[in-house]
């Protein structure tokens, strides 16, 4: 298995750019979701989906769209990208069959915003 | 709002000698997880703690949880230098954690 895989490792942006960051995963897994992490402020949530269809905002949304049409796919997108979303985005999923529910992180895309 | 503190944010620790960090949290229930990141990488699961009176334990590493104090402790045992790392806990399910800001531990000779 390949886990959870992200792509673009890094990328740079101007002010009012758009792009999708992508996310899958070849587990199975019910649950995905995108976090941001900034120097200072650990994990923030973004958005989060149950299932394939479903998906619901996290702590920081705003300026970020997500669909679920597949199970192994959750690309993340900015409409219009701002400096202030420079930073480094996780995306993660779980299964939801066990008790620990076990978080699986993939490596991460550095966007930076000019 | 859910929140979750850890403390201190950054512990230089001496080589041989045991600590101990901190999480606590603002509401009960769900799973208290443990991660390690190392500079430039991503989030690396150490534990996931279910219940009050929760105890597990990886090599230097041992994770317990106090659901009644709404709190979490990272013991460290004999600090060797390849723990610098800098630990997350966070809270939650489902693909919805709340973490901390994240303790950076840096182990001197």
């Known amino acids: 298995n390949a886990g959870v895989t992200q792509t673009p490792k890094f990328q740079v942006l101007k002010t009012g750019q758009s792009m999708t960051l992508q996310c899958a995963q070849d587990?199975?897994?019910?649950?995905m979701s995108w976090y941001r992490q900034d120097p200072g402020m650990g994990l923030r949530l973004i958005h989060y989906?149950?299932?394939?269809?479903?998906?619901d905002q996290g702590e920081v949304p705003n300026g970020y769209n997500v669909s679920r049409s597949t199970t192994e796919d959750f690309p993340l997108r900015l409409l219009s990208a701002a400096p202030s979303q420079t930073s480094v985005y996780f995306c993660?999923?779980?299964?939801?069959?066990?008790?620990?529910?076990?978080?699986?992180f993939g490596p991460g895309t550095r966007l930076t915003v000019l | 709002e859910l929140k979750v503190e850890q403390n201190p944010l950054f512990l230089s620790m001496q080589e041989g000698k045991n600590y101990t960090i901190y999480c606590n949290y603002s509401?009960?229930?769900?799973?208290l997880y443990w991660y390690r990141q190392d500079p430039g990488k991503s989030l690396e699961s150490l534990f996931v703690?279910?219940?009050?009176?929760a105890v597990k334990q990886e090599g230097r590493l041992m994770a317990s949880l106090d659901t009644k104090a709404r709190l979490s402790t990272l013991h460290i045992t004999a600090a060797v230098h390849d723990l610098s790392a800098t630990y997350f806990c966070a809270y939650g399910a489902n693909s919805k954690l709340t973490f901390g800001k994240g303790i950076t531990l840096s182990v001197r000779p």
């Open positions: 587990m199975n897994h019910e649950y």
């Open positions: 703690l279910l219940s009050n009176g």
């Open positions: 509401t009960t229930s769900d799973r």
């Open positions: 989906s149950v299932g394939a269809g479903i998906t």
């Open positions: 993660a999923s779980s299964f939801s069959g066990t008790s620990y529910n076990e978080q699986f």
